[in-house]
């Protein structure tokens, strides 16, 4: 069992940078499984950022060059970094544990003026 908590979210107006962490306990066998998504309200949940095999990251296109995802192995933690951000941007962001299929609570992160 993994249990992964979110924080960071909060509200920013456009053009402005948020920071999310994650922090995974319990049976973490790599934050390289560690993944984030974000559902907009009345939409689907979509993949936003991942580590894939040998460290590499990968991107929804409409975040990549603005968000950027990491991890801190010592602490279980993973991070996004999400920068110039739009109001489209606007959702719960959720960290996902592929290995284990486990899911955070989520984070609201508004952006608007």
């Known amino acids: 069992q993994v249990q992964l908590v979110e924080s960071g979210g909060g509200w920013v107006q456009p053009g402005g940078s948020l920071r999310l962490s994650c922090a995974a306990s319990?049976?973490?066998?790599?934050?390289?499984?560690m993944r984030w998504y974000r559902q907009a309200s009345g939409k689907q949940r979509e993949l936003v950022a991942r580590f894939t095999s040998g460290g590499i990251t990968n991107y929804a296109d409409s975040v990549k060059g603005r968000f950027t995802i990491s991890g801190d192995n010592a602490k279980n933690t993973v991070y996004l970094q999400m920068n110039a951000l739009k109001p489209e941007d606007t959702a719960i962001y959720y960290c996902?544990?592929?290995?284990?299929?486990?899911w955070g609570q989520g984070t609201q992160v508004t952006v608007s003026s």
């Open positions: 319990g049976n973490i066998i790599s934050i390289n499984t």
């Open positions: 996902y544990d592929a290995y284990t299929a486990s």
